[in-house]
């Protein structure tokens, strides 16, 4: 190996979340409620060399596979991912993101007269679109900084 190549090590079983845009991972950790105190083995690699993307991330978590409510949220802020299952450090399912129609209960509108920042029970749901979402209760479209609406 030159010393020019990238060396993470393999994982054993879990998942491996590649073709993160640049500076996403720490967002892609938050959605996957990983702050460090879990105990979870993580490896992540930031702004590393990609030929498809100009600079990467890569998000690799031992023993956990990703729920389909995980995998829509990761959708949203990385669209051109791709998830990797491993078992026995083989790659045993490779999956390209496919973004819902639409994601109920994960993002919060930042319209304070919208009904789901209210008092009610009320779920926020939002139509994915090309590049923003809507939300269906008042139509307050997010362009922008998706993950900092992402409800942890």
Known sequence: MSEHELRVSKIRNGTVIDHVPGGQALNVLA???????GGEEVSVGMNVPSDRLGRKDIV??????LSQDEVDVLSLIA???TINIVDEYEVVDKRRLDPP???????SCPNRNCITTDDEPVDSKF??????????YCETIIREDLADHIDT
Do not use: M, T
Request: aromatic share 4%.
């Open 79 to 81: 669209p051109d991912a």
């Open 60 to 65: 690799k978590v031992e023993g956990r596979e």
């Open 31 to 37: 959605i996957l409620g990983i702050d460090g105190s």
């Open 101 to 107: 129609e639409f994601v109920e209960g994960i993002l």
């Open 127 to 136: 139509e994915v679109l090309d590049d923003e979402v809507r939300c269906v």
